[in-house]
């Protein structure tokens, strides 16, 4: 008898809390229903049509940025590494500077390195 009744029971929870859910969701509805009615008008429609079309736009802008700076980012950094590669090759096949001095001059701090390149990109950039 308990075990009906706490099937009952949890079968009735789960109706209730898709009840509420649905409810919520009609609420929604009825408020972005009512929104789009006080918008009325077709010029209201197109001004706001326009400004959400200038939003997207400079949100593909935005986002074109983003790509552009993790590849010029990503570009300076092969280009580092493969600066440092030759160096050490050329450290190794006895030319000038040694490799001690090799690891004084590429190694800088992690701040200027990043300024190094924001420079780099800049003129990339520009260019």
Not at 15 to 23: D, G, I, P
Not at 53 to 77: D, T
Not at 107 to 127: L, M, P, Q, W, Y
Request: with cysteine; net charge positive.
């Amino acid at each position: 008898e308990k075990e009906i009744w706490n099937r009952e029971r949890l079968s009735l929870q789960k109706s209730l809390k898709q009840a509420n859910a649905e409810l919520s969701k009609l609420r929604a509805e009825l408020r972005s229903e009512a929104f789009l009615r006080e918008l009325g008008s077709d010029t209201e429609n197109a001004v706001l049509r326009r400004i959400y079309g200038k939003y997207l736009r400079a949100e593909s802008f935005r986002k074109a940025l983003i790509y552009q700076k993790k590849y010029l980012l990503l570009l300076l950094g092969g280009f580092q590494e493969c600066e440092e590669a030759t160096l050490a090759l050329i450290a190794r096949m006895g030319g000038q500077p040694s490799y001690t001095d090799l690891e004084i001059i590429t190694h800088h701090s992690k701040g200027f390195t990043r300024f190094r390149s924001a420079v780099r990109v800049s003129i990339a950039i520009s260019r």
